[in-house]
């Protein structure tokens, strides 16, 4: 997921978590990103949004689509706090 994102968005984003599954090491469905200034948003948005990762990710058998929606908590400061 990180290889993917990078090729575009690489400096563009401060904080990444993608919970994995204990037993089969495979993320659990979602996952948290957060752009270091909000005009990255709408490129990542546009770019990800909607597409099917079984056409996206090598060897990836997920139907999944990937959707977008944004965090009730925003920034990184927030997410702290939060801890």
């Not at 990444?16 to 948290?32: H, M, W």
Request: net charge positive; glycine share 6%.
């Amino acid at each position: 997921m990180i290889a993917l994102i990078d090729k575009e968005f690489k400096g563009h984003y401060n904080y990444f978590y993608q919970p994995k599954d204990l037993k089969t090491q495979q993320g659990v469905g979602f996952a948290f990103i957060n752009m270091v200034h909000p005009m990255f948003i709408i490129e990542f948005f546009l770019k990800f949004n909607g597409i099917k990762w079984c056409e996206t990710i090598p060897k990836c058998k997920s139907s999944k689509l990937c959707e977008i929606t944004y965090a009730n908590v925003q920034g990184l400061k927030e997410i702290k706090l939060e801890l």
